[in-house]
């Protein structure tokens, strides 16, 4: 069977090379999607570091993602408008820099994840699902509502934001820095999955109580693990919105925080190159099938009902021969 | 005799009407194997739940070190030196046995919340780590995962992932669990070295086991304890014969 290490190898070869191909042979529309890949991959990437190691099975995971959207789009909106934004008796400018607002959806989403975490950490199982998708639910409604923000419109932003020394307007470097981005990420859980931090939230996983006799508090682990996905994904959040130029409550839907599961599960549940792979192939099968039919969730039903039954560890583990993203 | 390493005073818990436990006072001197015997249902496993800190008790209190940790949490008192094994072995089953003992390294050594270096690569962690695994002769088995290990290799990680936390005192939950003989032969070689370097409170079935390590008996029935004492003074003891050595003798 092939080793994990090449795959990851080849997937960002692909990364590298689809693009390029697509930039000689004229084609801009591939870059746009294959842009789109690696952002929810990245909000994926995010994700499998509570789920694919914490066990946490976070079907509210859109609530980052949409704070990253709206983190760029009120800021990239005032910016746009020139009125400040009046915050706390603080009057803060818009602005149009990526890393500012980057920034600010990284930490944002951090702050949001640490008070949720709070909360939902103290259930497992079901009941951990169901509350976070309730957080999820309540954030896409009170976006709704948000008619200062366009509500249940959206709100567009009419160029895209900038980056020192880039146009980001041209498709291909846009998509050379979300594929920069995912590398980092992507670097970042390899390292925090073999770091001793990694091994007390995998151990975490599969015996709190084992955590616990050994000195440690399980539950602030998975805290700060939870922490750590909700800001990746918050991050994907205003990258995506840039990609779009726009933002919607859409964003914070339980459709997004199931197809970021989705992703995990196709891909191969804790593998490292698992949601870039299930990103790929949902993207793939929703810009083919869409296109020949609008009933193409069916089959992406099926794929995954083939995955569950027959394929436990996905893509990936179907590939590497093993089942499990461990040893 | 010093001041013991770990006492109960009065420990009391019940679940309904069930008493499970009732004013249960034990100690555990350093450099002694203190055993706690009796039949299934005695109150063995809330006693242990209790001085591991998983079920408060309803009165009485619990004293490690001379400080009372009554209301102290499991990680808490782990941290403070309280090493204890599983009945049913709680392992990181996916986990490889050196990953294992890596997990007790990090949590006796603080570092969990590191997140650049790899575990394994941290000399002091996988010092430690190995320095266990080879203690319990499990050196050759470090990458195995836990789920390929068998039985009894399982029960020596448990108490290599102890060792890794250089406890003041062992808890041990029936060790001897599921061994053959072989097995529970070569574990009780390993735990009467032990007890040099940190008493230990041994819940136990396996009373071969039992004579052979035990300094002290203590036995429950009932959630009570109704007799301590030495190897030969349980085994004269007629009230201990008729509530629990009759039925296996």
Partial sequence: ?327 | MSDPILQTRSLSKSFGALRATQEVSIDLKSGEIHAIIGPNGAGKSTLIQQITGILPPDSGSVHFMGRDVTTWSTPQRAEAGLGRTFQISALATEDSALENVLLGAIGAMGRAWHMWRPAPKMSALRDRAEEALARVGLSDHAHTRCAELSHGMRRQLEVAIALTLQPKAFLMDEPMAGLGSEGSKALTELLSRLRDEAPILLIEHDMDAVFALADRISVLVNGQIIATGTVAEIRASRDVQQAYLGETA
Wanted: glycine content about 12%; charged content about 10%; proline content about 3%.
């Fill in chain 1, 1 to 327: 069977m092939i080793p994990e290490r090449w795959i990851n190898w080849a997937v960002l070869a692909a990364l590298i090379a689809v693009p390029l191909w697509a930039l000689l042979a004229d084609a801009p529309f591939t870059i746009t999607l294959t842009t789109r890949v690696v952002i929810l991959a990245i909000a994926a990437v995010g994700l499998n570091i509570a789920l694919g190691i914490g066990g946490l099975v976070s079907l509210g995971h859109a609530v980052f993602f949409g704070i990253g959207g709206y983190a760029m789009g009120i800021l990239a909106s005032h910016a746009q408008t020139y009125v400040p934004l009046e915050l706390f008796g603080m009057s803060i400018e818009g602005t149009k820099s990526m890393p500012i607002i980057w920034l600010t959806a990284t930490l944002l989403s951090a702050l949001i994840a640490y008070l949720i975490g709070l909360l939902v950490l103290r259930t497992s199982g079901v009941y951990f699902i169901m509350i976070t998708l309730a957080f999820g639910q309540m954030f896409y409604y009170f976006a709704i509502s948000w008619a200062a923000y366009g509500g249940e419109d959206g709100l567009s932003i009419y160029v895209r934001n900038e980056f020192p020394g880039l146009n980001t307007l041209v498709p291909i470097q846009f998509y050379g820095l979300c594929l920069s981005i995912l590398v980092c990420v992507l670097f970042l859980k390899a390292r925090l999955v073999a770091s001793p931090f990694g091994l007390v939230l995998n151990a975490a996983r599969q015996s709190s109580v084992r955590v616990e006799t050994v000195g440690l508090n399980p539950a602030r682990i998975k805290l700060l693990a939870f922490v750590i996905s909700g800001a990746i994904t918050g991050l994907a959040g205003a990258l995506f919105a840039d990609l779009n130029r726009f933002v919607s409550p859409q964003m914070f839907s339980w459709q997004l925080s199931g197809e970021l599961i989705v992703f995990i599960i196709i891909g191969g549940v804790g593998r490292l190159m698992g949601p870039v792979i299930g990103a790929a192939v949902f993207v793939l099968l929703e810009h083919w099938l869409g296109g020949l039919t609008e009933f193409w969730q069916i089959c992406l039903g099926a794929i995954l009902l083939g995955i569950v039954l027959f394929a436990r560890g996905g893509v990936v583990g179907l590939l590497t021969g093993k089942e499990g993203a461990h040893v």
